[in-house]
């Protein structure tokens, strides 16, 4: 801790801080730094203001350290991927009957079977779809839950209630709450990072990974292989006078606090300028995929020069492994982009099988590739893979399209890695997919578990906002015990 | 079957009654209570007193059903093979036990009363839900340690520190009190002329010196622009509309101008409610802009099918009921949306009562009615006829076909073909390729060299197609000449891609122009002719093509400007005529969009209000008893009929909230002022005077200036005054429990003061004030000053917002707008607000994102504010006019700049250390690097 200023120093070591009450930091109010060491006593986190992203405890032991969020933006149809529906083949082109007449875009057509072909795979022989060959052959490290179901079938409010628990806007997402629960092991990198899509931001945006009313310390930072964190470095500025317009604020700041003594506030902000300067540097560094080797990027397709999208996609998936290497906390991975007539994303309401053909390669390959190199780096025992999506498809048509309409009443996400029981299959929905109809589980359930992967009490982790005790969950939530190794 | 099985035994095994003291509650006692008792009541469910058992929980309700021990949920829970199910989760009670319950469920489930150990809380014994308590009258004398006060607010938070052993700190010093007032008033740091005068007015009466700053601040305009922001904050305001889409919500704008106005108007608190309720009543159209802030989802968002529908409408009026319990009454009345509010007396049926004071409101644009909003609709008409006769006039002027000038790319609104004239009796009109299926042409205008449209069918002109798709009173032959426009009176061709029509004047015409169009209302962009030829016929019968696609501009689809007039390919007579009128054209548009501008506020409109029933858990699909528009049964008892006309139910609800009878309105209100002035409410949850809100530290305080305030007539200026002119607010903010560290220190500490305070240690988060809070600047704060400081900022008050991003609203990524102009540094208020879309760089200095209600806002310290306020385009651009401006204002000696450099942004000017340390970084460096670091600073950014 060399490199840090006096003022820096001593704020970030907490026992010369605590052994310090002469000097003119000493009364810094220590119920800032009471229970510094996280969820002991109480079941809310205690956010020392020089250090958000200290790492604190989990309420019990987990299992997960960390958590690479895949998000499949657009609603991905359980019926083309992972909910194997051979009755859908038998029924193909016939209406459902007694099945709904209009559904969210308007009108149903007839049943449609499986766009794709669907064969057995690895020990459970649990079948799954051609459309995604790579992360196919990893089917035996999943756990998968199928009889997921959501509020809402509209995007917005469904990647809210995805992301947030709630349908609303304005609500705090599962990283935020994560990095709020339990900081990050790494100080010179942003706790959360959300990595968006090469071809533009999910349909709910920021939403996605925003602090709602927690400090906005927890939100998520955006940066891709594209397009770098924000405001790094000061254009067009030398770096010496760089360094002597900081040098300069540091000894304003630092005569400042001496004439403020106690001033918690004003020593959290120089700590900050130093950990900023720190980024500064680390960002960079962990953006630049420069030193991975060829084999690396051609287990994840990053060379494929035929598909630039698939490309990008999969040097985003390198960042997610890089991050997480480094300790960040959590890693948000975006596949999929904004509404575009199913063209950008998986909504696929009228030509689903041509697009979800552009689709599966951008996302199979560099995503398995990530699965696999987290693995044999050793960094899936304590990180939670999570593949999600908002909500699912329907069985049939609609009319006049070759397109699936939106389904929030059974659908399947995945987990992989730390905690995480492979081969099972939790939930099933009826014979045609359309509903969930064994051992339902509310998104908030899902949710509620990739807490419990981290240690985290989804009852316990709140934080109080305008009269309530918010959570994740809102008064809802059991822990899907059947995915727990 | 087991259940059966057990009731026998049971049956046999017990022969006399069961008795609820004796046999029943000590089973729940130790097996239940601990989840369904006193501390914990999980899924609603408590067991220890007799109301609340027969009751039940929020999810099975009732759970005991007398008599009927095997439809009872409580029996199915202890009973269950369903692991996740069974109750007590640790494991099955024992046989005896199961079968003593049964029993006694069977035989009516006797429970006596009185018997009940816990007694059920009084849910109204909370001191928020009280009359205002009456001061007693008489103060007595303040003790502090300077001049005896006469002002209440130092009495009460004395009171409370002599109590805790503390006392109040020394007077702040002048500099620090002008910087603290200003901010606090108007958002904006006081200019060093400003402050010269106030410190040599504070030497002479300290006390009316405080008394004019405060005078002439609240009498500024900047203050209602502060304060109108603390207001948006509350109640989310946002220029789009949320959700995914996130489209602009381009009529938002006049309630935040109406939110300033009445700020700085003082309009009287009751009447400010009034207004935001039922301001459509009361001359304030923009003020119900209120009802609808909230994000919504549009029409084309919601799924068709019913179910959709009625959750949309259910969130959106949720988002009101929202909004009025918590602005107004500090009330989570949301909370009771799916099942009595946990913690407050707030019943289901409350919350879906009050939802029937608003069930006639609907997210939409309102016309204003303003004599304003009369004029700009009266200027808008005459602007649009005067556009009309213009274009007609261009119209000449498009370039000719066949002239070899490109003529403009072919559009769905309106298309003109020149050509020099010529006499014919028959024009052709021939489609060879569209955008896409049959084309449909919904006017085809044929003009002869004296103007007139001799192609109407009115003149007798016939017509013939090549065939056509007839939709009845939609799509028919007749329609291409009815000279009515727009998609439902228009000619569709019945062959994919390609179609003619032929049409044969009364008689010969020397015709010189064809104007044709898709859909000229401008809603249809399909179908649309991309290549196509018009033909005259000789009198011979041949054919000769005057126009077609060729010298057009290639067709795209993505294109969606509409062509502006040029003048290539006219004549030099022909331009000379046509430039002022494209100069009047461009002109006239932009006053027509200026005044469309003004007419309409996105502030709800009214309709015969849904019947609201009580839903069951929330869901809109599980509908049970209708409600009637009621306030919360626990604090009032106003009720309406069902039939009561929409505005009607605004105007009861609008008056009791805002009456002083109200326990709840006028101390939320001083309260949030409190917070503004000390960063802190009496009541800490601000949005929450709930009983799991946090209790006021100075109760007494809070009901004293609850009451005056209502006595002042409701006067939030009055307030102000009242709190900036304590002792309280004026006093030091230092932490005076240390000697001064070292001489560099003390420099600039003005106030020393050696006394031993324990503050720190008994009261280390300043709620009782032994000291003034000091806090850092708000976003908006930090980027207004930083404009004022560097002289840049624009006064401009009100109207539409200027674009902080490239877009407005939308789906995909917003880039920041990173060239700064005099519209963009406005004040920050006046900055078109994206719903959720942090602004690049204040964004993260924990700016409400307007999702949800921000009654006080988080103040977090992160590495990536300091990334985008050292490194960010927005602070060097600034740093640099802040040195431009130092520099004409200072002239060239360094010691000179730096001094104003010091004054200009801190309010003082730089001790001798400083001017000795920031030389040679000016010298070296330049002044803007100093200017960089200054606004970078903690003394900069921080409130002393």
Known sequence: MSYLSPAGHTLLDRRRFLSSSSTALGSIALTNMLGLDGLLAADRPIIDPARPYAPRQPHFPGKAKNVVVIFCAGAVSQLETWDYKPELIKWDDKPLPGGPAVTFQGPAGNLARPQYAFRQRGQTGKWVSDMIPHLAELTDDFAFVHSLTSKSNTHGPAENFLSTGFNLDGFPSLGAWTTYALGSENQDLPSYVAIPDPRGVPQNGANNWGPGFLPAAFQGTTMSSKAPVRHLAAPGVSPATDQAARTLLQRMNARHLEAHPGDGKLAARIASYELAARMQLSVPEISDLSTEPAHILKLYGADDTQNPDKAAFAKNCILARRLIEKGVRFVQLFNGAYASGGKLNWDGHNALKDQYDVHAPILDQPAAALIRDLKSRGLLDDTLVVWCTEFGRMPFFQKGAKGRDHNPDGFTCWMTGAGVKPGVSCGETDELGQKAVKDIHPLYDFNATILHLLGLDHERLTFEHNGVQRRLTNVEGHVIKQMLA | ?944
Not at chain 2, 128 to 140: A, D, E, M, W, Y
Not at chain 2, 542 to 562: E, G, I, L, M, Y
Request: aromatic share 8%.
């Open chain 2, 1 to 944: 079957m087991k259940l059966v099985a057990l009731i026998l035994l049971t049956s046999s095994a017990i022969a006399a009654p069961v008795d609820f003291v004796r046999d029943v509650r000590p089973i729940l006692q130790q097996h239940c209570y601990n989840c369904h008792g006193e501390k914990k009541q999980k899924s609603g469910l408590r067991l220890d007193i007799k109301a609340s058992a027969l009751k039940g929980g929020d999810k099975h309700s009732p759970d005991i059903i007398s008599g009927k021990a095997s439809d009872s949920p409580l029996i199915h829970f202890l009973t269950t093979d369903d692991e996740d199910e069974l109750m007590p989760p640790k494991g099955k009670l024992s046989p005896e036990n199961i079968a003593t319950l049964t029993t006694w469920i069977n035989e009516g489930a006797p429970w006596p009363d009185g018997v009940d150990l816990a007694k059920l809380e009084d849910r109204l014994d909370h001191w928020s839900f009280k009359p205002l308590s009456s001061n007693g009258g008489i103060l007595p004398p303040v003790r502090n340690q300077g001049a005896p006060s006469t002002n209440p607010i130092d009495f009460f938070i004395d009171a409370k520190l002599t109590e805790k052993k503390l006392h109040r700190s020394p007077p702040a010093d002048p500099t620090s009190l002008i910087r603290r007032i200003t901010f606090d008033l108007t958002g904006l740091p006081p200019t060093p002329e400003e402050t010269t005068a106030f410190e040599k007015e504070f030497i002479q009466d300290r006390a009316s010196s405080i008394q004019h700053l405060v005078d002439r601040l609240l009498k500024s305009e900047r203050y209602g622009e502060r304060w109108a922001q603390h207001w948006l904050d509350v109640v989310r305001y946002a220029d789009t509309h949320g959700f995914e889409v996130n489209t602009e919500r381009p009529n938002a704008w006049p309630y935040r101008d109406y939110v300033i106005r009445a700020f700085n108007n003082d309009t009287p608190y009751d009447r400010f409610i009034k207004e935001q309720i039922v301001g459509d009543a009361m001359g304030q159209d923009a003020a119900t802009g209120f009802l609808v802030t909230a994000s919504v989802l549009l029409p084309g968002q919601i799924g068709k099918d019913d179910a959709s529908k009625r959750l949309a409408r259910q969130d959106s009026i949720d988002e009101m009921v929202m909004n009025l319990g918590q602005t107004f009454l500090g009330l989570s009345i949301g909370c009771a949306r799916c099942h009595d509010h946990k913690f407050d007396p707030i019943t289901a049926k409350d919350y879906y009562a009050m939802q029937a004071f608003v069930a006639g409101v609907e997210y939409a644009d309102r016309d204003l009615h303003t004599p304003a909003a009369e004029a700009s609709r009266a200027e808008e008409k005459q602007f649009k006829a005067r556009l009309a006769e213009i274009d007609k006039e261009l119209a000449q002027f498009v370039p000719m076909a066949k002239s070899g000038a490109e003529r403009p790319m072919i559009n769905a609104r309106e298309n003109s073909d020149r050509f020099t004239p010529v006499k014919t009796q028959r024009l052709r009109f021939t489609i060879k390729t569209t955008t896409n299926l049959e084309p449909c042409i919904d006017e085809l205008e044929v003009f002869n060299t004296r103007g007139e449209n001799v192609a109407l069918a009115t003149t007798g002109t016939k017509r013939k197609s090549s065939g056509d798709i007839g939709v009845a009173e939609r799509h028919e032959l007749r329609f291409l000449t009815d000279g009515r426009y727009g998609n439902s009176r228009s000619w569709l061709s019945n062959k994919l891609g390609q179609g003619w029509v032929e049409l044969e004047f009364t008689q010969e015409q020397q015709v010189e122009r064809v104007v044709w169009s898709r859909d000229r209302d401008g809603k249809f962009t399909d179908r649309l002719a991309t290549d196509y030829q018009i033909e005259i016929s000789d009198t011979a019968g041949h054919w000769h093509t005057v126009a077609d696609a060729s010298d057009r501009q290639k067709f795209d689809p993505k294109n969606k400007k509409t062509a502006k007039p040029t003048l290539s390919g006219l004549t030099a007579d022909e331009a000379n005529r046509a430039k002022p009128l494209i100069q009047e054209k461009a002109a006239t548009e932009s006053k027509i969009a200026q005044a469309s501008n003004a007419q309409k506020a996105f502030a709800g409109t009214f309709r015969t209000p849904d019947d609201i029933h009580l839903l069951n858990r929330g869901d809109p699909e599980q509908p049970k008893e209708p409600v009637t528009p009621a306030v919360l049964s626990a604090l009032g008892h106003v009720t309406l009929p069902k039939e009561s006309p929409e505005q009607e139910r605004r105007h009861v609800l609008a008056d009791w909230i805002a009456s002083p009878q109200n326990t709840l309105t006028a101390r939320v209100m001083v309260n949030r002022i409190w917070q503004g002035h000390f960063g802190t409410g009496l009541v800490q949850t601000p949005s929450d005077f709930g009983r799991m809100g946090i209790k006021p530290t100075h109760p007494k305080l809070l009901d004293y200036l609850a009451t005056e305030f209502i006595r002042s007539g409701w006067s939030v200026k009055h307030m102000h005054r009242l709190i900036l002119l304590s002792q309280t607010y004026a006093q030091s903010s230092q932490t005076h429990d240390l000697p001064p560290p070292s001489a560099t220190g003390s420099e600039i500490v003005n106030h020393k003061s050696k006394i031993i305070n324990e503050g720190p240690l008994l009261d280390s988060d300043v709620r009782l004030l032994w000291r003034f809070p000091s806090r850092r600047l708000e976003a908006e704060s930090i980027r207004d000053t930083i404009l004022a400081v560097s002289g840049r900022l624009n006064l401009k008050m009100y109207g539409r917002g200027y674009n902080l991003f490239d877009q407005r609203g939308g789906l995909s990524g917003f880039d920041p707008i990173e060239t700064f102009n005099a519209e963009n540094q406005r004040r920050m208020i006046y900055a078109h607000k994206v719903r959720r879309e942090p602004e690049t760089v204040f964004g993260a200095f924990d700016c409400p994102d307007a999702g949800q209600s921000t009654a006080r806002r988080i103040e977090s310290t992160t590495p990536i504010q300091a990334l985008n306020l050292f490194n960010s385009r927005f602070t060097l651009e600034q740093s640099e006019a802040f040195a431009t401006r130092v520099q004409q204002e200072a002239g060239t000696d360094p010691a000179k700049q730096i001094t104003l450099a010091y004054q200009l942004s801190l309010s003082r000017p730089p001790t001798a250390t400083e001017l000795a340390d920031t030389t040679p970084l000016v010298h070296d460096h330049g002044l803007t690097a100093l200017c960089r670091a200054l606004f970078n600073s903690n003394e900069f950014l921080f409130v002393p």
